[in-house]
Protein backbone atom coordinates (compact mmCIF):
# COMPACT_ATOMS: atom_id res chain seq x y z
CA UNK A 1 0.00 0.00 0.00
CA UNK A 2 1.44 3.49 -0.78
CA UNK A 3 2.11 5.79 2.15
CA UNK A 4 -0.50 8.40 1.03
CA UNK A 5 -2.98 5.95 0.84
CA UNK A 6 -1.88 3.88 4.25
CA UNK A 7 -2.43 7.62 5.63
CA UNK A 8 -6.33 7.85 4.46
CA UNK A 9 -6.83 4.31 5.84
CA UNK A 10 -5.52 4.94 8.86
CA UNK A 11 -7.32 8.60 9.23
CA UNK A 12 -10.56 6.64 8.14
CA UNK A 13 -10.33 3.72 10.42
CA UNK A 14 -9.92 6.60 13.17
CA UNK A 15 -12.38 9.12 12.07
CA UNK A 16 -15.71 6.86 14.09
CA UNK A 17 -19.11 6.92 12.06
CA UNK A 18 -19.92 10.50 13.67
CA UNK A 19 -22.52 12.64 11.69
CA UNK A 20 -20.43 15.56 12.08
CA UNK A 21 -18.07 14.99 9.15
CA UNK A 22 -20.79 13.74 6.91
CA UNK A 23 -22.47 18.31 7.71
CA UNK A 24 -18.52 19.19 6.66
CA UNK A 25 -18.61 18.12 3.99
CA UNK A 26 -22.10 18.94 2.68
CA UNK A 27 -20.65 22.77 3.69
CA UNK A 28 -23.47 24.19 4.96
CA UNK A 29 -22.08 27.54 5.35
CA UNK A 30 -22.08 27.47 1.36
CA UNK A 31 -26.19 27.42 1.57
CA UNK A 32 -26.03 31.21 2.10
CA UNK A 33 -25.51 31.33 -1.56
CA UNK A 34 -28.86 30.35 -1.61
CA UNK A 35 -30.09 33.90 -0.63
CA UNK A 36 -30.25 34.05 -4.07
CA UNK A 37 -33.73 32.00 -4.09
CA UNK A 38 -35.47 34.69 -1.96
CA UNK A 39 -34.37 37.95 -4.27
CA UNK A 40 -36.92 37.38 -6.52
CA UNK A 41 -39.84 36.56 -4.01
CA UNK A 42 -38.94 39.38 -2.01
CA UNK A 43 -38.74 42.11 -4.72
CA UNK A 44 -42.18 40.44 -5.90
CA UNK A 45 -43.63 40.92 -2.09
CA UNK A 46 -42.35 44.33 -2.19
CA UNK A 47 -44.57 45.29 -4.86
CA UNK A 48 -47.63 43.44 -3.48
CA UNK A 49 -47.46 40.40 -5.04
CA UNK A 50 -48.73 37.13 -3.29
CA UNK A 51 -46.29 34.69 -2.06
CA UNK A 52 -46.15 30.99 -1.81
CA UNK A 53 -43.15 31.24 0.96
CA UNK A 54 -43.55 27.68 1.46
CA UNK A 55 -42.30 26.60 -2.03
CA UNK A 56 -40.04 29.45 -1.91
CA UNK A 57 -38.16 27.89 0.70
CA UNK A 58 -38.43 24.35 -0.36
CA UNK A 59 -36.76 25.50 -3.65
CA UNK A 60 -34.06 27.04 -1.38
CA UNK A 61 -33.40 23.61 0.27
CA UNK A 62 -33.25 21.59 -3.09
CA UNK A 63 -30.65 24.19 -4.77
CA UNK A 64 -28.70 23.41 -1.36
CA UNK A 65 -29.02 19.82 -1.45
CA UNK A 66 -28.22 20.10 -5.24
CA UNK A 67 -24.96 21.80 -4.31
CA UNK A 68 -23.91 20.00 -0.91
CA UNK A 69 -23.89 16.94 -3.65
CA UNK A 70 -22.09 19.10 -5.83
CA UNK A 71 -19.68 19.62 -3.50
CA UNK A 72 -19.24 16.08 -2.50
CA UNK A 73 -18.52 14.58 -6.36
CA UNK A 74 -16.16 17.51 -6.81
CA UNK A 75 -13.96 16.75 -3.34
CA UNK A 76 -14.12 13.08 -4.45
CA UNK A 77 -12.42 13.84 -7.59
CA UNK A 78 -9.78 16.51 -6.40
CA UNK A 79 -9.02 14.76 -3.29
CA UNK A 80 -5.51 14.43 -4.14
CA UNK A 81 -4.89 18.09 -5.10
CA UNK A 82 -6.82 19.01 -2.14
CA UNK A 83 -3.96 17.29 -0.02
CA UNK A 84 -2.07 20.17 -1.20
CA UNK A 85 -4.28 23.07 -0.49
CA UNK A 86 -3.39 24.64 2.69
CA UNK A 87 -7.17 24.49 3.57
CA UNK A 88 -8.68 22.71 1.79
CA UNK A 89 -6.55 19.17 3.26
CA UNK A 90 -8.27 19.20 5.92
CA UNK A 91 -11.61 18.53 4.11
CA UNK A 92 -13.11 15.13 5.48
CA UNK A 93 -12.39 13.02 1.92
CA UNK A 94 -9.18 14.80 1.52
CA UNK A 95 -8.20 14.30 5.21
CA UNK A 96 -9.43 10.56 5.21
CA UNK A 97 -12.45 11.22 7.47
CA UNK A 98 -14.79 10.01 4.93
CA UNK A 99 -14.13 7.27 2.15
CA UNK A 100 -15.15 7.48 -1.64
CA UNK A 101 -17.80 4.66 -0.65
CA UNK A 102 -19.55 6.76 2.16
CA UNK A 103 -19.00 9.96 -0.13
CA UNK A 104 -20.55 8.65 -3.42
CA UNK A 105 -24.16 6.99 -0.99
CA UNK A 106 -23.46 10.47 1.01
CA UNK A 107 -24.15 12.06 -2.33
CA UNK A 108 -27.01 10.16 -3.88
CA UNK A 109 -28.44 10.81 -0.42
CA UNK A 110 -28.31 14.83 -1.17
CA UNK A 111 -29.33 14.06 -5.12
CA UNK A 112 -32.85 11.75 -3.50
CA UNK A 113 -33.75 14.60 -0.98
CA UNK A 114 -33.23 17.49 -3.20
CA UNK A 115 -35.79 15.48 -5.62
CA UNK A 116 -38.21 15.69 -2.71
CA UNK A 117 -38.05 19.45 -2.26
CA UNK A 118 -38.28 19.97 -6.11
CA UNK A 119 -41.71 17.36 -5.83
CA UNK A 120 -43.42 19.77 -3.29
CA UNK A 121 -42.82 22.83 -5.43
CA UNK A 122 -44.27 21.05 -8.35
CA UNK A 123 -47.62 20.43 -5.85
CA UNK A 124 -47.43 23.32 -4.19
CA UNK A 125 -46.78 26.30 -7.35
CA UNK A 126 -49.47 27.40 -9.37
CA UNK A 127 -49.79 26.63 -13.33
CA UNK A 128 -46.25 26.37 -14.90
CA UNK A 129 -44.44 27.78 -12.30
CA UNK A 130 -43.44 24.47 -10.71
CA UNK A 131 -42.47 23.05 -13.70
CA UNK A 132 -40.24 26.13 -14.44
CA UNK A 133 -38.54 25.72 -10.92
CA UNK A 134 -38.12 21.88 -11.58
CA UNK A 135 -36.15 22.69 -15.24
CA UNK A 136 -33.54 25.54 -13.13
CA UNK A 137 -32.66 22.91 -10.79
CA UNK A 138 -31.89 20.31 -13.20
CA UNK A 139 -29.91 22.85 -14.85
CA UNK A 140 -28.00 23.35 -11.94
CA UNK A 141 -27.13 19.93 -11.29
CA UNK A 142 -26.26 19.56 -14.80
CA UNK A 143 -23.62 23.02 -14.76
CA UNK A 144 -22.36 21.79 -11.43
CA UNK A 145 -21.81 18.38 -13.14
CA UNK A 146 -20.37 19.79 -15.81
CA UNK A 147 -17.85 22.10 -13.54
CA UNK A 148 -16.76 19.26 -11.79
CA UNK A 149 -15.73 17.13 -15.05
CA UNK A 150 -14.22 19.89 -17.26
CA UNK A 151 -15.39 23.54 -16.72
CA UNK A 152 -13.39 24.49 -14.09
CA UNK A 153 -10.59 23.81 -15.98
CA UNK A 154 -10.99 26.04 -18.59
CA UNK A 155 -9.88 29.80 -18.02
CA UNK A 156 -12.99 32.29 -17.55
CA UNK A 157 -15.53 29.13 -18.36
CA UNK A 158 -15.14 28.07 -14.85
CA UNK A 159 -16.27 31.64 -13.52
CA UNK A 160 -19.08 31.69 -16.23
CA UNK A 161 -20.37 28.47 -15.07
CA UNK A 162 -20.16 29.25 -11.60
CA UNK A 163 -22.11 32.76 -12.35
CA UNK A 164 -24.79 30.42 -14.03
CA UNK A 165 -25.47 28.94 -11.18
CA UNK A 166 -25.99 31.81 -9.59
CA UNK A 167 -28.66 33.03 -11.91
CA UNK A 168 -30.13 29.97 -12.34
CA UNK A 169 -31.11 29.94 -8.27
CA UNK A 170 -32.88 33.42 -8.51
CA UNK A 171 -34.62 31.98 -11.75
CA UNK A 172 -35.73 29.18 -9.83
CA UNK A 173 -36.72 31.36 -6.87
CA UNK A 174 -38.88 33.40 -8.92
CA UNK A 175 -40.73 30.39 -10.86
CA UNK A 176 -41.42 28.78 -7.03
CA UNK A 177 -42.69 32.21 -6.05
CA UNK A 178 -44.66 32.65 -9.84
CA UNK A 179 -42.70 35.70 -10.15
CA UNK A 180 -41.56 37.18 -13.17
CA UNK A 181 -37.72 38.08 -12.97
CA UNK A 182 -36.81 41.29 -14.05
CA UNK A 183 -33.51 42.59 -16.19
CA UNK A 184 -32.11 44.48 -13.86
CA UNK A 185 -31.90 41.41 -11.89
CA UNK A 186 -31.09 38.81 -13.49
CA UNK A 187 -27.97 41.38 -14.53
CA UNK A 188 -27.09 41.97 -11.73
CA UNK A 189 -26.89 38.76 -10.05
CA UNK A 190 -24.80 37.74 -13.34
CA UNK A 191 -22.35 40.39 -12.59
CA UNK A 192 -21.72 40.10 -8.93
CA UNK A 193 -21.45 36.15 -8.80
CA UNK A 194 -18.69 36.79 -11.40
CA UNK A 195 -17.41 39.48 -9.06
CA UNK A 196 -17.23 36.69 -6.08
CA UNK A 197 -15.72 33.83 -8.31
CA UNK A 198 -12.96 36.54 -9.93
CA UNK A 199 -12.10 37.70 -6.25
CA UNK A 200 -11.98 34.11 -4.86
CA UNK A 201 -9.52 33.75 -7.90
CA UNK A 202 -7.36 36.48 -6.83
CA UNK A 203 -7.49 35.32 -3.59
CA UNK A 204 -6.26 32.20 -3.80
CA UNK A 205 -3.36 33.44 -5.58
CA UNK A 206 -2.69 36.19 -3.18
CA UNK A 207 -2.31 33.45 -0.13
CA UNK A 208 -0.69 30.28 -2.19
CA UNK A 209 1.36 32.42 -4.09
CA UNK A 210 3.11 30.25 -7.30
CA UNK A 211 1.60 27.16 -5.47
CA UNK A 212 -1.83 28.19 -6.13
CA UNK A 213 -2.20 26.60 -9.52
CA UNK A 214 -0.91 23.43 -7.32
CA UNK A 215 -4.85 23.44 -6.08
CA UNK A 216 -6.71 25.01 -8.43
CA UNK A 217 -5.01 23.88 -11.99
CA UNK A 218 -6.78 26.71 -13.84
CA UNK A 219 -4.96 29.23 -11.49
CA UNK A 220 -1.90 28.73 -14.05
CA UNK A 221 -4.38 30.19 -16.34
CA UNK A 222 -4.72 33.59 -14.69
CA UNK A 223 -2.53 36.38 -13.61
CA UNK A 224 -2.75 38.55 -11.00
CA UNK A 225 -3.07 41.66 -13.14
CA UNK A 226 -6.13 40.08 -15.31
CA UNK A 227 -7.83 39.08 -12.32
CA UNK A 228 -7.26 42.35 -11.02
CA UNK A 229 -8.95 44.24 -13.95
CA UNK A 230 -11.93 41.60 -14.21
CA UNK A 231 -12.74 41.82 -10.79
CA UNK A 232 -13.38 45.62 -11.15
CA UNK A 233 -15.03 45.38 -14.41
CA UNK A 234 -17.42 43.37 -12.38
CA UNK A 235 -17.94 45.53 -9.50
CA UNK A 236 -18.50 48.67 -11.45
CA UNK A 237 -20.95 46.27 -13.32
CA UNK A 238 -22.75 45.04 -10.44
CA UNK A 239 -23.04 48.79 -9.14
CA UNK A 240 -24.19 50.16 -12.41
CA UNK A 241 -26.78 47.85 -13.58
CA UNK A 242 -28.09 48.20 -9.67
CA UNK A 243 -28.07 52.02 -10.28
CA UNK A 244 -30.24 51.31 -13.61
CA UNK A 245 -32.64 49.24 -11.42
CA UNK A 246 -32.94 52.44 -8.50
CA UNK A 247 -33.34 54.68 -11.62
CA UNK A 248 -35.93 52.27 -13.03
CA UNK A 249 -38.33 52.26 -9.80
CA UNK A 250 -37.35 56.00 -9.16
CA UNK A 251 -41.27 56.09 -9.20
CA UNK A 252 -42.33 53.70 -6.02
CA UNK A 253 -39.62 55.08 -3.82
CA UNK A 254 -39.53 59.36 -4.55
CA UNK A 255 -40.24 61.07 -1.20
CA UNK A 256 -38.19 64.92 -2.34
CA UNK A 257 -35.87 62.15 -3.82
CA UNK A 258 -35.50 58.59 -4.70
CA UNK A 259 -34.67 57.68 -1.19
CA UNK A 260 -33.71 53.81 -2.90
CA UNK A 261 -30.59 55.54 -4.02
CA UNK A 262 -29.49 55.29 -0.39
CA UNK A 263 -29.42 51.42 -0.83
CA UNK A 264 -26.49 52.36 -3.30
CA UNK A 265 -24.05 53.31 -0.63
CA UNK A 266 -23.56 50.68 1.47
CA UNK A 267 -23.84 48.44 -1.70
CA UNK A 268 -20.67 50.49 -2.66
CA UNK A 269 -18.85 49.95 0.68
CA UNK A 270 -19.51 46.65 0.48
CA UNK A 271 -18.19 45.55 -2.51
CA UNK A 272 -15.21 47.75 -2.41
CA UNK A 273 -14.27 46.44 1.19
CA UNK A 274 -14.21 42.94 -0.25
CA UNK A 275 -11.84 44.33 -2.92
CA UNK A 276 -9.61 45.15 -0.60
CA UNK A 277 -9.69 42.40 1.99
CA UNK A 278 -8.80 40.05 -0.76
CA UNK A 279 -6.49 42.01 -2.73
CA UNK A 280 -4.68 42.06 0.92
CA UNK A 281 -5.10 37.93 0.87
CA UNK A 282 -6.71 38.29 4.11
CA UNK A 283 -9.27 36.04 2.76
CA UNK A 284 -9.24 33.72 -0.36
CA UNK A 285 -12.59 33.13 -0.65
CA UNK A 286 -15.43 36.14 -0.47
CA UNK A 287 -18.24 33.36 1.52
CA UNK A 288 -15.81 33.07 4.37
CA UNK A 289 -15.43 36.85 4.36
CA UNK A 290 -18.71 37.23 4.29
CA UNK A 291 -18.83 35.52 7.54
CA UNK A 292 -15.80 36.23 9.05
CA UNK A 293 -15.19 40.34 8.45
CA UNK A 294 -17.21 42.81 10.74
CA UNK A 295 -17.15 45.87 8.78
CA UNK A 296 -18.64 43.88 5.61
CA UNK A 297 -21.61 41.79 7.58
CA UNK A 298 -22.64 46.04 8.83
CA UNK A 299 -22.58 46.90 5.13
CA UNK A 300 -24.89 43.86 4.05
CA UNK A 301 -26.98 44.42 7.46
CA UNK A 302 -27.21 47.96 6.54
CA UNK A 303 -28.56 47.01 2.86
CA UNK A 304 -30.90 44.63 3.87
CA UNK A 305 -32.70 46.88 6.84
CA UNK A 306 -32.74 50.07 4.22
CA UNK A 307 -34.08 48.18 1.83
CA UNK A 308 -36.66 46.52 4.00
CA UNK A 309 -37.88 49.51 5.32
CA UNK A 310 -38.26 51.17 2.28
CA UNK A 311 -40.28 48.07 1.16
CA UNK A 312 -42.61 48.61 3.99
CA UNK A 313 -42.86 52.64 3.53
CA UNK A 314 -43.54 51.62 -0.04
CA UNK A 315 -46.14 49.28 0.90
CA UNK A 316 -48.12 51.79 3.22
CA UNK A 317 -48.19 54.11 0.52
CA UNK A 318 -45.49 56.60 2.59
CA UNK A 319 -43.42 56.82 -0.50
CA UNK A 320 -43.79 56.84 -4.57
Avoid at 9 to 29: H, K, N, Q
Avoid at 34 to 59: H, K, N, R
Avoid at 102 to 127: N, Q
Avoid at 279 to 305: K, N
Amino acid sequence: MEPGAKQVSESVAASGSGVGRFVRLARPTQWSKGVFVFIGPLYGWADGQEIAWLSVVLAFVAFGLVSSAGYVINDLRDREQDRLHPRKKRRPIASGEVSPGEAKAFAALLYGAALVCTGGVLALAPGWAGAWMACAVVLYALNVAAYTAKLKHIVLMDVMSLSSGFVLRVLGGCAAAAVAPSTWLLTSTLFISMFLAFGKRLGERRTMGDGAGSARGVLDGYTDDMLRMVVVATAVGTLLTYAGYVQDRAEDYTLGFNLLWLTILPATFGLFRCMVLVERGDYDDPTELATGDGPFQASVVLFGLMTGVLWLLQGAGYVG
